[in-house]
């Protein structure tokens, strides 16, 4: 058996060693905690574990994917029966096993936030986006703090809260009515299995030996709460996060989970890793500086054997336009002024377009940065762009099989029948709508209701019965469609049976937008086949050869965000925010729009760095501004060799320009401002008479030998 603390530092290898009970493992940016994980995943299996009773819980499906990976080169075949999954997953499969004591089919529906808003508009009677979207916020919060519509009205602060939580109830019965979860539902629902009933408990404890959790401070209440009642009395649980990368307090992550964890569980063993292997240690200092301010749940400081390094720069500009050139100078100077350098080791590190990322506080400070690479012809990608999944030719796929998994399912119903049209109007959809809520039925059941005739003309039943054989026809084929290239041809008959390709073009003016609409389509034929044969896995990780049906892949669409996990890296700059990038690491960052207002974002009247002291703060106030502090922290910390922080002078606000302050952060950093400053369009300048005068030199040698 290999020994799977070879190679790790002293503070890793006890965290890998230690199997026995609760676990916290504070990992500091860049301190190799995947690598702890995966190498702990092997530990557990050396001391007794089989692999189907470890299970590995990461927030996104690109880590889980990563975990994955990793897991096998360390493992081997082992790996596929881990199960490394997101918190979502993990739920679903719970569901699905189990939530028929809640009255839920396997086969539920996960509705998107499109649904959703689609939904609360219907419940609380309006037909603005805007107000349902806010009201969806509002019960994704109550939802992760655990709270259902009743108790969310016993706690409304006000008339408006009151107003939403009756709405929450409304919508709550209609998610009941069609069978259907939101994405706060898969966790909401299993921790209501694994509370109320005792033999669901007493399963899911015996099956799992050991629960390791990444990026625990990401965690919300509600996910906490699962986690108590998956590992028990016994505790064995591993949990790795960081206080001072907990940058998701506005969608219900709490610090609150850190401080619990000594106080449920005594025997809690606590580890830091303080060594990081990214970043230089000028880039560090800067970072443990501006965290320094923060109140330390458990005090940490990183260091770094990389060396020096470079001394982090702060740019000034006057606008957003200024600071967007200066950024591509900075690019081009770092590029042109040595097309190799070295790392800590030696190793020849070539500067190439994906070494580059520039960060920012929110996605409208893109646009500049767009403009100013275009015209110095540098391509880049804008992370966290439009998901595959979010396209409307996409989503018009799968609500076909969310209907042919789920009849019940109204959302997917009213999507498939209009997508494409089929000769049925709004006038008689209302209609079915009517009778179907008036005899509480799904739209799907009332279709071959005896009394529809009633409400509705013999042409329109009939059309209505024509689309309700065409689904259950093609739930059946999909059930016993096998294989990839089956699935592959089934999917294609099926999309020219409905004219979906001329659905597109007819809805386009542009038949270039229609076309790259229409590949988009077959790319996803190709995905949803491929997962019919050969390896895959499911949603919660879990890998087979078995052949699988078109059916079962459908069932686990709703689940996964992205295709971008299987896209190969581009060598092209990356923009993206703060948020985005965690997790993420660039030899060269440019952390831009670094000014008071943005970072931190605006924290109330008085948001000066002379304003307000942070002791004489509201609590409120005092928590978003800490929170702002760590996003700043998590900036500093993607940068391996180089990190430059702008900021402007003047910025727009609406029409008009105002003038604009540095960051109180920017002072925190407590750099030295002797070697800080520099221009880039100046070096680049310098660099560039440089390069001209050795050609000169050159040629004037060269003509001296002829």
Same mark, same amino acid.
């Given at each position: 058996? $290999?020994?799977?603390?070879?190679?790790?530092?002293?503070?890793?290898?006890?965290?890998? *060693?230690?199997?026995?009970?609760?676990?916290?493992?504070?990992?500091?940016?860049?301190?190799?905690?995947?690598?702890?994980?995966?190498?702990?995943?092997?530990?557990?299996?050396?001391?007794?574990?089989?692999?189907?009773?470890?299970?590995?819980?990461?927030?996104?499906?690109?880590?889980?994917?990563?975990?994955?990976?990793?897991?096998?080169?360390?493992?081997?075949?082992?790996?596929?029966?881990? %199960?490394?999954?997101?918190?979502?997953?993990?739920?679903?499969?719970?569901?699905?096993?189990?939530?028929?004591?809640?009255?839920?089919?396997?086969?539920? +529906?996960?509705?998107?936030?499109?649904?959703?808003?689609?939904?609360?508009?219907?419940?609380?009677?309006?037909?603005?986006?805007?107000?349902?979207?806010?009201?969806?916020?509002?019960?994704?919060?109550?939802?992760?703090?655990?709270?259902?519509?009743?108790?969310?009205?016993?706690?409304?602060?006000?008339?408006?809260?009151?107003?939403?939580?009756?709405? %929450?109830?409304?919508?709550?019965?209609?998610? $009941?009515?069609?069978?259907?979860?939101?994405?706060?539902?898969?966790?909401?629902?299993?921790?209501?299995?694994? @509370?109320?009933?005792?033999?669901?408990?007493?399963?899911?404890?015996?099956?799992?030996?050991?629960?390791?959790?990444?990026?625990?401070?990401?965690?919300?209440?509600?996910?906490?709460?699962?986690?108590?009642?998956?590992?028990?009395?016994?505790?064995?649980?591993?949990?790795?996060?960081?206080?001072?990368?907990?940058?998701?307090?506005?969608?219900?992550?709490?610090?609150?989970?850190?401080?619990?964890?000594?106080?449920?569980?005594?025997?809690?063993?606590?580890?830091?890793?303080?060594?990081?292997?990214?970043?230089?240690?000028?880039?560090?200092?800067?970072? *443990?500086?501006?965290?320094?301010?923060?109140?330390?749940?458990?005090?940490?400081?990183?260091?770094?054997?990389?060396?020096?390094?470079?001394?982090?720069?702060?740019?000034?500009?006057?606008?957003?336009?200024?600071?967007?050139?200066?950024?591509?100078?900075?690019?081009?100077?770092?590029?042109?002024?040595?097309?190799?350098?070295?790392?800590?080791?030696?190793?020849?590190?070539?500067?190439?377009?994906?070494?580059?990322?520039?960060?920012?506080?929110?996605?409208?400070?893109?646009?500049?940065?767009?403009?100013?690479?275009?015209?110095?012809?540098?391509?880049?990608?804008?992370?966290?762009?439009?998901?595959?999944?979010?396209?409307?030719?996409?989503?018009?796929?799968?609500?076909?099989?969310?209907?042919?998994?789920?009849?019940?399912?109204?959302?997917?119903?009213?999507?498939?029948?209009?997508?494409?049209?089929?000769?049925?109007?709004?006038? =008689?959809?209302?209609?079915?709508?009517?009778?179907?809520?008036?005899?509480?039925?799904?739209?799907?059941?009332?279709?071959?209701?005896?009394?529809?005739?009633?409400?509705?003309?013999?042409?329109?039943?009939? $059309?209505?019965?024509?689309?309700?054989?065409?689904?259950?026809?093609?739930?059946?084929?999909?059930?016993? =469609?096998?294989?990839?290239?089956?699935?592959?041809?089934?999917?294609?008959?099926?999309?020219?049976? %409905?004219?979906?390709?001329?659905?597109?073009?007819?809805?386009?003016?542009?038949? @270039?937008?229609?076309?790259?609409?229409?590949?988009?389509?077959?790319?996803?034929?190709?995905?949803?086949?491929?997962?019919?044969?050969?390896?895959?896995?499911?949603?919660?990780?879990?890998?087979?050869?078995?052949?699988?049906?078109?059916?079962?892949?459908?069932?686990?669409?709703?689940?996964?965000?992205?295709?971008?996990?299987?896209?190969?890296?581009? *060598?092209?700059?990356?923009? +993206?925010?703060?948020?985005?990038?965690?997790?993420?690491?660039?030899?060269?960052?440019?952390?831009?729009?670094?000014?008071?207002?943005?970072?931190?974002?605006?924290?109330?009247?008085?948001?000066?760095?002379?304003?307000?002291?942070?002791?004489? %703060? $509201?609590?409120?106030?005092?928590?978003?501004?800490?929170?702002?502090?760590?996003?700043?922290?998590?900036?500093?910390?993607?940068?391996?060799? =180089?990190?430059?922080?702008?900021?402007?002078?003047?910025?727009?606000?609406?029409?008009?320009?105002?003038?604009?302050?540095?960051?109180?952060?920017?002072?925190?950093?407590?750099?030295?401002?002797?070697?800080?400053?520099?221009?880039?369009?100046?070096?680049?300048?310098?660099?560039?008479?440089?390069?001209?005068?050795?050609?000169?030199?050159?040629?004037?040698?060269?003509?001296?030998?002829?």
């Amino acid at each position: 058996m $290999s020994d799977f603390t070879s190679g790790l530092n002293l503070a890793q290898q006890d965290a890998v *060693n230690y199997v026995h009970g609760p676990c916290l493992v504070l990992a500091g940016a860049g301190s190799g905690k995947t690598r702890v994980i995966t190498h702990k995943i092997g530990r557990l299996m050396q001391v007794g574990l089989s692999a189907s009773q470890i299970a590995a819980i990461t927030f996104t499906n690109k880590a889980a994917a990563e975990m994955r990976e990793r897991a096998k080169t360390l493992i081997g075949p082992a790996a596929k029966e881990v %199960m490394i999954c997101t918190f979502h997953a993990l739920g679903v499969r719970i569901m699905r096993e189990d939530g028929g004591v809640l009255g839920l089919k396997p086969q539920f +529906s996960i509705l998107d936030a499109d649904d959703v808003t689609s939904i609360l508009k219907d419940c609380g009677g309006t037909v603005d986006a805007a107000t349902a979207r806010q009201w969806q916020w509002t019960i994704s919060l109550w939802k992760n703090n655990g709270l259902r519509a009743a108790q969310a009205q016993e706690q409304a602060k006000d008339d408006h809260e009151l107003i939403i939580a009756r709405i %929450m109830g409304m919508y709550e019965e209609r998610l $009941s009515a069609y069978q259907s979860v939101d994405f706060d539902d898969l966790i909401g629902l299993p921790l209501k299995l694994l @509370a109320e009933h005792e033999e669901v408990r007493n399963k899911w404890q015996q099956r799992l030996g050991h629960v390791l959790v990444d990026e625990y401070q990401d965690t919300n209440a509600t996910q906490y709460e699962v986690l108590k009642h998956l590992v028990g009395d016994r505790g064995r649980f591993t949990a790795v996060g960081d206080d001072d990368q907990s940058i998701y307090g506005w969608r219900g992550a709490t610090l609150d989970n850190l401080k619990k964890l000594p106080q449920d569980f005594p025997a809690l063993k606590v580890i830091k890793l303080e060594q990081n292997y990214r970043s230089t240690s000028a880039i560090l200092r800067a970072a *443990n500086n501006v965290i320094q301010p923060n109140p330390k749940l458990f005090p940490k400081t990183l260091f770094s054997e990389l060396g020096e390094g470079e001394p982090v720069r702060v740019v000034d500009a006057d606008h957003e336009e200024h600071e967007a050139e200066r950024a591509v100078a900075r690019i081009q100077s770092l590029r042109a002024g040595m097309s190799v350098t070295t790392g800590p080791q030696g190793e020849a590190l070539f500067r190439e377009l994906k070494d580059f990322a520039i960060l920012y506080r929110a996605n409208h400070m893109a646009k500049p940065f767009e403009k100013a690479l275009r015209r110095a012809n540098l391509p880049y990608k804008v992370s966290g762009g439009q998901s595959f999944f979010d396209r409307a030719e996409i989503k018009d796929l799968c609500a076909w099989f969310r209907l042919w998994i789920n009849n019940d399912d109204d959302p997917a119903f009213l999507r498939a029948i209009t997508s494409p049209k089929r000769g049925i109007g709004h006038q =008689t959809l209302a209609q079915l709508g009517k009778f179907a809520s008036q005899y509480k039925l799904s739209l799907f059941e009332a279709l071959f209701a005896s009394s529809l005739p009633s409400v509705l003309s013999t042409k329109a039943v009939g $059309s209505l019965h024509e689309f309700g054989r065409y689904v259950n026809d093609l739930e059946y084929r999909a059930r016993h =469609t096998l294989g990839a290239e089956s699935a592959k041809a089934f999917l294609l008959e099926w999309l020219k049976e %409905m004219g979906y390709e001329k659905h597109l073009y007819d809805g386009e003016d542009n038949e @270039a937008i229609a076309s790259a609409k229409w590949t988009n389509v077959l790319e996803f034929c190709d995905w949803m086949a491929g997962r019919c044969g050969g390896e895959i896995e499911d949603v919660a990780g879990v890998s087979s050869t078995e052949v699988k049906s078109l059916l079962e892949v459908a069932q686990t669409i709703s689940l996964l965000s992205t295709l971008n996990e299987r896209e190969t890296e581009q *060598n092209v700059v990356t923009l +993206s925010t703060l948020h985005a990038s965690k997790g993420l690491e660039w030899p060269h960052v440019m952390l831009v729009g670094v000014n008071e207002g943005l970072l931190p974002f605006k924290l109330g009247e008085d948001d000066s760095p002379s304003g307000l002291a942070e002791g004489a %703060m $509201s609590e409120g106030i005092l928590q978003r501004l800490q929170e702002e502090r760590r996003l700043m922290y998590v900036g500093i910390t993607r940068a391996q060799r =180089t990190l430059t922080v702008s900021w402007t002078q003047r910025r727009k606000k609406g029409r008009d320009t105002i003038a604009a302050l540095p960051s109180r952060f920017i002072a925190e950093m407590a750099l030295d401002s002797a070697t800080t400053r520099e221009d880039p369009r100046e070096r680049l300048k310098a660099l560039r008479a440089e390069f001209a005068k050795k050609a000169a030199e050159s040629a004037a040698a060269q003509a001296l030998k002829d």
